[in-house]
Nanobody, 115 residues
Framework: QVQLVESGGGLVQPGGSARLSCAAS????????MGWYRQAPGKQRELVAA???????NYTESVKGRFTISRDNTKGTVYLQMNSLKPEDTAVYFC?????????WGRGTQVTVSS
């Protein structure tokens, strides 16, 4: 069982930056694939970025070159650095931990990109 707590959301102006953090209840997330998902109003939840236990990353096309996912296994924390934010990035962002087909989710943090 892994509990995940996201932080770092809020209101950001278009073109601005924000960094999301996801703190796990246990430091031993090194075996987990960690990911960030988002869900905008009226839309399905979508994968934004993921990082494997080996450090391999993948991103949805719309955020490539703007977002960076990273992890610090010693702190049990995963980050999502978001730059050049656009209004269409507005969503609730969820942290995910996956291991052997089991998924654990945080409660989400709201990111609103608006002037």
């Amino acid at each position: 069982q892994v509990q995940l707590v996201e932080s770092g959301g809020g209101l950001v102006q278009p073109g601005g930056s924000a960094r999301l953090s996801c703190a796990a209840s246990r430091n031993s997330i090194s075996f987990y694939t960690m990911g960030w998902y988002r869900q905008a109003p009226g839309k399905q939840r979508e994968l934004v970025a993921a990082i494997t236990n080996g450090g391999n990353t993948n991103y949805t096309e719309s955020v490539k070159g703007r977002f960076t996912i990273s992890r610090d296994n010693t702190k049990g924390t995963v980050y999502l650095q978001m730059n050049s934010l656009k209004p269409e990035d507005t969503a609730v962002y969820f942290c995910n931990a996956r291991l052997y087909g089991f998924d654990f989710w945080g409660r989400g943090t709201q990111v609103t990109v608006s002037s």
